[in-house]
């Protein structure tokens, strides 16, 4: 009842009845910085990015590293080459474009091993850099503030809990296209 196939997701096992359910469903606006989810147009190469849409996969989180290229039954593929994923569910997917990804207009694709369906092909472009600053929420003043930690304790550095001058500080980031040294 399975056939075992190579794709461009490694080797996947896919059963030889029909599947139902729907197509997985997004457009070139839900594909955006991981960091900002500002829908810039655009995303940068060795990006983290999230792609918003419907019938996207099953809900599913990465375990280990490296990242599986398959998550919850789904997978991503840019140019046909799949990209290593974070986290899949029904709305949202976070993976990661690779370094190598040269700029200009890219297809981005969505399968499903569950459904046995896949999305259409839509066109994303990407830039040399879209920046974008991780977020995190701070427990003592609330609010959401940029995710930059003190160095020295790994604190967030926040209202009631200010960087000093000269002070060294962590911060997380996505977007920044090619990086030296590289990644």
Do not use: W
Not at 9 to 17: A, D, E, F, K, V
Not at 161 to 177: I, P, S
């Amino acid at each position: 009842g399975n056939a075992y196939m190579l794709t461009t997701s490694g080797l996947s096992i896919m059963s030889l009845t029909v599947a139902s359910g729907a197509v997985p469903s997004f457009t070139a606006n839900g594909v955006v910085n991981g960091a900002s989810f500002r829908p810039q147009g655009s995303v940068a190469p060795g990006s983290i990015i999230s792609i918003f849409g419907s019938n996207m996969g099953t809900l599913a989180g990465a375990s280990a590293v490296p990242l599986p290229t398959s998550l919850g039954g789904t997978c991503v593929t840019i140019n046909d080459s799949s990209l290593p994923l974070f986290y899949v569910s029904p709305t949202q997917i976070n993976a990661q474009l690779p370094f190598a990804t040269a700029s200009g207009n890219v297809t981005v694709q969505i399968r499903s091993r569950n459904t046995g369906k896949v999305s259409s092909g839509i066109t994303v472009k990407v830039a040399p850099s879209v920046p974008g600053i991780f977020t995190a929420l701070d427990t003592v003043g609330g609010g959401i503030v940029a995710a930059i930690f003190h160095a020295s304790n790994n604190t967030l550095v926040a209202p009631a809990n200010q960087a000093a001058r000269d002070e060294v500080l962590t911060m997380f980031v996505t977007g920044l296209g090619t990086v030296t040294p590289t990644v």
